[in-house]
């Protein structure tokens, strides 16, 4: 079945600098790839997802890279605030163009953007 | 903004006894699930639900566990016999897949169980 690799497991970062957080998958029938925001003691919310058949994806200062070839994808997230702060937690699954709710999580990582 | 809400948001139980958590999908989806999260831990998938029926289950979702959707709005799931290692946050999601496809999952408030 699919694992989902996720690095750094803490990531700690100056208000207004960058923080890429990075993931790698196992199966390469996988073309579903969410990324998930959680504050603490809350719902998984979706900030932003990319399919197989695109390589990056923008909206506003989150973008989301994608590298089939390697089988790993990145989140990327400029000018950080300290709203930012959270767990990401970055997902696999094989859309099969009914539903791509059965996600393989990563570990998580947990971001402190300090002001 | 519709959601998906849950209840009980935290149960407390003893050993060896059975939990049904309750879900009520946003109305117009169609595939249901359910997630859990050790505290501290990552979220993981037990269950898909799509017309009437399992469609896709993990190994953690084992004989003691049960899906069910009774009256067309709620989505139940029960564990029969709780075991300490339940102890989780139980995360009910919802997606519309097929048409109005969206690709984004819905995720309930949770629901914390404690068993000791």
């Known amino acids: 079945g699919e694992n989902v690799e996720q690095h750094p497991s803490t990531l700690s970062v100056q208000e207004g600098d960058s923080a890429v957080i990075k993931c790698t998958y196992s199966?390469?029938?996988?073309?579903?790839f969410p990324w998930y925001k959680q504050e603490l003691g809350k719902r998984p919310q979706l900030i932003i997802d990319?399919?197989?058949?695109?390589g990056e994806k923008k909206d506003q200062r989150i973008a989301v890279t994608l590298n089939k070839t390697a089988k790993h994808f990145s989140l990327h997230i400029t000018e950080t605030q300290p709203e930012d702060s959270a767990v990401y937690f970055c997902a696999a699954s094989i859309d099969d163009g009914g539903s791509q709710g059965n996600l393989i999580f990563g570990k998580g990582t947990k971001l402190s953007v300090k002001p | 903004e519709p959601e998906v809400t849950q209840t009980p948001s935290h149960q407390v139980t003893q050993m060896g006894q059975e939990v049904i958590l309750r879900c009520v999908p946003i109305s117009n989806h169609l595939y249901f699930y359910w997630y859990r999260q050790i505290l501290g831990q990552k979220v993981e998938f037990l269950v898909s639900f799509y017309n009437n029926e399992i469609s896709e289950k993990s190994e953690i979702f084992d004989d003691q566990f049960s899906v069910e959707r009774p009256d067309g709005s709620n989505f139940t799931l029960k564990i029969r016999s709780t075991k300490l290692e339940d102890s989780a946050m139980y995360f009910c999601?919802?997606?519309?897949?097929?048409?109005?496809?969206?690709?984004?999952?819905?995720f309930g408030e949770g629901s914390r169980l404690t068993v000791l």
């Open positions: 990319i399919r197989s058949n695109v």
């Open positions: 199966d390469s029938a996988s073309n579903y």
């Open positions: 999601a919802s997606s519309v897949g097929l048409a109005g496809y969206t690709g984004e999952l819905f």
